[in-house]
């Protein structure tokens, strides 16, 4: 009976404690469901958070988004054979324009579409310069119903960008950030008129920045972007979070015509720049220095004992030039303009085209492995200098006197008949007259008609001299020329055979 007892007891202790654990149990699933729960509506609430701002940054930014159309008259010659005066000459533009009246049999008129930011209450209107190149009228509207009639205050094809006046008072007035401080990876956003859509707005991120060699302009340096950029979109504003103008939509990637996810947008502290420039002076005012620069190209940086995408290669120096007082020379490589490190010639023209005219910058050099602290007083570019490698055709003539072959290319000393005959500047130096296309010079982009003048930094006159440098020199190695092409000079390296 005692025994029973105790078992009953212990059945009773162990049942409470089961339900207890079970209590335990549900509350904790219950627990832990309500902390999702909690967590999940936090994100949510986030997410609504971020979509609410952006609509506000674009509430606040759009009223100073203005849609720019303009119109160009053309004769009856110009509609037959296409050519129209930029940008209307450009099948990627044509494709967005409507065609000629046909009510007139003479002539029509082409209409374009663009966008434009309002950045001054003086009724200044920043937009890209194919949008309102050639045009013969303007007309301005804003997201409140005005229109206006706008006036080219300038224009700078260099850059593409153009500054618009309009006359009105209360206009709104974009906010200007600062696009040094953007990085790879921010949110962006994207306003403008594309296909004559107005105000539309898309989002995305920087994808990149530095992007040059797009073809656009002379000089670039666009932000990349993937947010929609379209036909039409053209002048209009590139945002960051905070509402701020970082750049001016420019152009898209693609044959298509149409997004690919790719656009770039000319960072707005350049833009600003020409934009002041060209409202205080009607062009451009860019800085000077006088050199003919070149990337240091691995074969180059093998042939000069340097590091790869180390620096800017000076291929020339123009005589009585800022850089020339500054006793730069050719075959320097800038490290560093105005304290910032050097990697490529777009980064060093952009740098030096944005220096006021008159001001005083330190340059780092280094010349025969050692490195040199200048300093050049940059003077005013007259006109747009871009530095160009010219490749050499033409110049050799026959019934001239005997040649000799080395590393695949035919050369002939030069001579005062020779030279005149050329037009070269040289003075002395060594006729390329034929090239093999698969020797190591051709394989280098040595060309007939360019002028060999020095071969690892040593002047040349006689074939024989270029043979002596190629035989000191250990094969699959790189010997360092310097040549005259076109009307510069630039280095070369050929690989020793």
């Known amino acids: 009976m005692h025994v029973s007892l105790n078992l009953r007891r212990r059945d009773r202790a162990l049942a409470v404690l089961a339900a207890l654990l079970l209590s335990l149990t549900g509350s904790r699933f219950a627990l832990a469901d309500s902390q999702e729960q909690a967590a999940l509506q936090q994100d949510i609430n986030l997410l609504e958070h971020e979509s609410k701002a952006r609509a506000a940054i674009a509430k606040e930014a759009a ?14 010659e110009q509609m037959s054979a296409q050519q129209f005066p930029d940008p209307f000459n450009d099948p990627f533009f044509r494709k967005f324009f409507q065609g000629p009246m046909p009510e007139q049999p003479n002539g029509g008129v082409m209409h374009g579409l663009g966008s434009g930011i309002i950045v001054s209450d003086r009724g200044y209107v920043l937009t890209n310069n194919h949008v309102i190149s050639g045009a013969d009228k303007i007309n301005v509207k804003l997201p409140d119903g005005r229109e206006f009639t706008g006036k080219v205050v300038g224009a700078d094809p260099a850059t593409d960008v153009a500054v618009v006046k309009i006359d009105g008072k209360n206009l709104p007035v974009a906010k200007l950030g600062n696009s040094d401080d953007i990085q790879v990876g921010e949110s962006v956003l994207a306003i403008g008129n594309p296909f004559g859509l107005d105000h539309t707005i898309t989002a995305g991120i920087v994808s990149a920045k530095g992007r040059n060699e797009v073809g656009v302009a002379d000089y670039e340096n666009f932000i990349q972007t993937d947010a929609s950029i379209n036909p039409g979109n053209s002048g209009g504003p590139l945002l960051n979070l905070r509402g701020e103008v970082i750049g001016v939509n420019t152009a898209i990637y693609g044959s298509s015509g149409g997004n690919v996810g790719i656009g770039f947008a000319i960072p707005i502290n350049q833009a600003r720049t020409v934009m002041d420039s060209l409202i205080a002076n009607g062009k451009v005012v860019r800085g000077f220095l006088g050199v003919m620069i070149q990337e240091v190209t691995p074969e180059l940086a093998s ?25 730069l020379k050719s075959g320097d490589v800038i490290l560093a303009f105005n304290n910032k490190p050097m990697t490529s010639v777009n ?13 005083t910058v330190p340059l780092q050099v280094l010349r025969d492995g050692k490195k040199l602290d200048l300093s050049a007083k940059i003077g005013e570019q007259l006109k747009d200098m871009v530095a160009a490698e010219q490749g050499g055709n033409g110049g050799g003539e026959s019934g001239q006197p005997s040649s000799d072959t080395v590393l695949g290319m035919t050369l002939q000393p030069l001579n005062a008949d020779l030279a005149a005959s050329m037009g070269t500047r040289a ?8 090239v093999d296309p698969d020797g190591p010079a051709g394989r280098a982009g040595l060309a007939q008609g360019m002028v060999l003048l020095e071969v690892n930094h040593a002047p040349v006159r006689t074939v024989h001299e270029v043979q002596e440098q190629v035989r000191r020199t250990p094969q699959h190695k790189y010997l360092l020329m310097r040549v005259e092409s076109g009307k510069a000079d630039r280095y070369v390296a050929v690989q020793a055979s």
């Not at 009223?63 to 009856?76: F, L």
């Not at 620096?311 to 006793?327: E, K, Q, Y």
Request: aromatic share 0%.
């Open 347 to 359: 980064l060093l023209r952009n740098e030096v085209a944005g220096i006021k005219p008159g001001d």
């Open 63 to 76: 009223p100073s988004v203005v849609n720019v159309t303009v119109e160009k008259r053309i004769t009856g």
């Open 303 to 327: 042939a000069m004992n340097l590091p790869p995408s180390h620096g800017v290669l000076v291929s020339d120096v123009t005589a009585d030039s800022p850089a020339g007082r500054a006793g």
């Open 427 to 434: 003075r002395h130096g060594l006729v390329i007259t034929n």
